[in-house]
DNA sequence: AAGTGGTCTAGACCACGTA
DNA sequence: ACGTGGTCTAGACCACTTG
């Protein structure tokens, strides 16, 4: 229960992270609602206020979404968080426009030592390796190479499913229960290899830009390592510091 | 004055844009501290309340910062807001250095298009270009290219003046009143000119990260161009993803 | 009309830093 | 001891959405 007096933490923060582990364990699912402030307020002994702040801040973190005069939400992945908040990609004028996708190869491999230790797991536990080239109005533009932990995403491009929706980070939730809250993203320049210069018809060695990102969910699992390579001839990656 | 009743914006807001407004216009100066927001409540005839939870969110936008007992403060650019928040590149353990720098030339001259479109300026107004190479442990790494309008900039590298900050927004903060706040950053890989290949000591063609960087006053001016060329070899640049 | 989040108030008490 | 920000309460009213 919570605990109030010297030397203990907020009773906001404790509120905080209650309603944290409830989202993380699943107990409220990613798009559905959850009590009203009122309610919490009440089952928990506390005023309105104090949960309130607490909801305050989980909304900041993208955990949940108010709607005013319907409620707060658990939040989940559509198309709109996909592009603003996970992807960084724009033309040359700015305009963002996710890039369609197509899967190359779907392989089930022992770990390599890298994604291993990325996804901090075993060296040799079962993955899935995932390929596939992106292109922005017909034009191959990026090459990702796309690796989960076998364990949890049990079936994903079995029985030669290719056939991967463009935005993985709504299949991971809704088809096993998967939600990616925060990346970790490192970008390179690299020179194009034989196979990424074909692909992306260009000459082998032109400089790409590599974002290699570790997704991960609300409590910090890495669940995802994504390596991009890209061509940044008509895009580039845009960051905006505030 | 402040506005109450239908249709009018929001009390906490109309603080927030006044406070604001205060700090932009240099009636507080960075560094310097606030009156409380029991003063604040009393000349503004709110409640401390909603004074708080307009200072809380330009706390969230690092334009103020509060120490417990102490009072609030206009925030200013020290060395570790200068790495923490504005310095992206981090060794490939992801540890976090600032480089030193060597200014190579300063130069005074009309702008480029370029330099105009992305500084707002009119083309051939006067800037001041300086390039310098940053080390990282004495390996030369980044190149960078620094343009700022003449105009509010003065003197500054004037008189063979090449003794150049390391951390600049101090120096454009400290000595010409000019607070960095927000930046756009455009990354793109590209390859090492002859030029660039002889300062970092790389081969011609190595592909090299650019950050193309516009950085912002609080009122969205742009007042600084920089664009950087960094070897990836050892490091990167690091983003995360909230 | 009823229920939700959003704003605002007035006041209490705590934790921290300074003098 | 005093003033600061930090937490918490109880209650009022507003704005919005749904039945």
């Avoid at 060296?123 to 690796?147: H, L, Q, Y």
């Avoid at 991971?172 to 925060?182: A, D, L, N, R, V």
């Avoid at 970790?184 to 260009?202: F, M, N, T």
Wanted: charged share 25%; net charge positive.
């Amino acid at each position: 229960m919570l605990t109030t007096g010297k030397g203990s933490i907020s009773l906001y923060m404790q509120i905080k992270d209650l309603l944290t582990a409830r989202v993380g364990k699943g107990e409220w699912l990613p798009g559905s609602i959850i009590p009203s402030e009122i309610n919490l307020a009440q089952e928990l002994g506390v005023s309105q206020g104090t949960v309130r702040k607490a909801i305050t801040e989980l909304v900041e973190n993208n955990v949940l979404t108010r709607r005013q005069g319907r409620g707060t939400f658990v939040s989940n992945h559509d198309t709109h968080r996909a592009l603003f908040h996970f992807f960084h990609i724009t033309d040359n004028k700015g305009l963002k426009v996710l890039p369609d996708s197509s899967v190359l190869h779907c392989r089930r491999k022992p770990a390599s030592r890298m994604e291993a230790s990325k996804l901090r797991l075993a060296v040799g536990t079962n993955i899935i390796r995932i390929e596939r080239v992106r292109n922005f109005s017909a034009k191959p533009t990026m090459v990702e190479t796309i690796t989960l932990p076998a364990r949890p995403f049990g079936d994903l491009g079995r029985v030669g499913n290719y056939d991967l929706p463009n935005t993985l980070y709504e299949l991971y939730e809704k088809q096993y229960g998967i939600t990616i809250h925060s990346a970790d993203e490192q970008l390179r320049a690299v020179a194009a290899s034989r196979h990424e210069a074909k692909i992306l018809k260009l000459e082998v060695g032109t400089p790409l830009l590599e974002i290699e990102r570790v997704a991960l969910t609300l409590d910090k699992t890495p669940v995802e390592l994504r390596i991009s390579r890209c061509s940044t001839r008509n895009h580039h990656y845009q960051n905006t510091i505030f």
